[in-house]
């Protein structure tokens, strides 16, 4: 088998002794170095080759954001932001994801067991060593973000969305495209608790449409999407002509809470034909199923491509149980939504 070599950098002796410990106990992965600063973690990123790096954002003598800025257009791999559950700490893990980081894990804390730390950042750096990582400078063409034209009328459709690994660059290229009168949208984005609001706004800054983090009992309507908070599942209810959403805590789906399958497979229940299903990048079979079951009630469904996926992982589950009706890249996949409604 061969090990995934991993570099942990943060300032934190005591997150750098974690990880390491916690890391070493699976047979799939190896922690070939540490690094308390980006300047030591550059020499022993060209010594070592690592597969993934960790990365804090806080850093002495250089942040964690400007190092990575430098580390994609000179020496682009998979990078995973360890981040803390605070406002700021959410704010400055968006930049970094749109610099090119792939995934984002909690700081270990009181309200954050090293136990669940430990499963989750292994599935994180497992995924992220199968990411597509593009050079930030390179000649590839951006997604084009120009905006949809409004709709002429309104429609009482309903968009489900779920997205997870790469997915936070993936949402925005879909939603900056929709119109201010969309459907209304709800999202399961796979985040930490705490990050899901900081996206929320920022993708409200850019849409045409309203954005905002899910409370529970709002309703789904047009020119509004909705993001599970992270740590908290949203399901899709109705009740006669309103549709509304359901947040709750329960058990993790494919250790994920919010997990797409809850909300696909109860927009499929509610909704049905009046659905339309989206997966979009991300590790993992979580909301295959559940688009299975919006497909067999009579909803569109698509799925992402491989190629314009950062993880191919979610929607090549979808593909194989014949869950999608279009399997398309990311650039076609807003104006395909607006032709199905």
């Known amino acids: 088998m061969k090990k995934i070599r991993v570099l942990i950098v943060d300032d934190s002796a005591v997150v750098r002794k974690i990880f390491s410990e916690e890391l070493s106990k699976y047979p799939d992965i190896e922690i070939v ?15 070592l080759n690592p597969d993934v790096i960790t990365l804090d954002i806080e850093m002495p003598r250089m942040d964690g954001l400007t190092f990575l800025r430098k580390l994609m257009k000179y020496y682009p791999l998979p990078a995973i932001i360890v981040s803390s559950l605070t406002p ?32 989750q950042l292994a599935d994180k750096i497992r995924a992220a060593s199968r990411a597509q990582i593009i050079r930030k400078d390179s000649d590839t063409a951006a997604v084009e973000t120009t905006p949809l034209k409004a709709l002429a009328q309104t429609s009482h459709k309903v968009i489900a969305i779920g997205a997870s690994t790469g997915g936070t660059e993936a949402l925005k290229q879909v939603l900056t495209r ?16 705490n990050f899901t609001a900081a996206f929320a706004d920022r993708l409200n800054s850019l849409c045409q449409m309203t ?8 309703s789904v309507v047009p020119g ?11 399901i899709l209810r109705r009740s006669g002509a309103r549709y509304y959403v359901e947040v709750k805590t329960g058990p993790m789906v494919h250790h994920q809470r919010p997990a797409v399958d809850i909300l696909f497979k109860s927009t499929a229940k509610y909704a049905g034909a009046n659905a339309i299903g989206v997966i979009l990048t991300g590790m993992g079979a979580d909301g295959a199923e559940g688009l299975l079951e919006m497909k067999t009630a009579g909803a569109g469904t698509i799925a992402q491509d491989e190629q314009s996926c950062v993880v191919f992982g979610m929607p090549k589950e979808a593909i194989k149980m014949g869950a999608a009706d279009k399997v398309l890249p990311l650039d076609r996949i807003a104006p395909e939504m607006m032709r199905m409604v």
């Open 33 to 47: 170095g540490t690094a308390p600063d980006p300047f030591v973690a550059r020499d022993k990123i060209v010594a």
């Open 211 to 218: 954005v905002r983090e899910a409370r529970d009992n709002d």
């Open 224 to 234: 509004l999407a909705l993001i599970a908070p992270g740590n908290f599942h949203m």
């Open 178 to 193: 929709l119109p201010a009168n969309s459907p209304g949208i709800t999202v399961v984005q796979h985040m930490p608790a």
């Open 88 to 119: 700021r700490g959410g704010k400055l893990t968006l930049e970094a994801m749109e610099i090119g980081a792939v995934d984002v894990i909690a700081k270990p804390g009181a309200s954050y067991t090293v136990g669940n730390m430990s499963s």
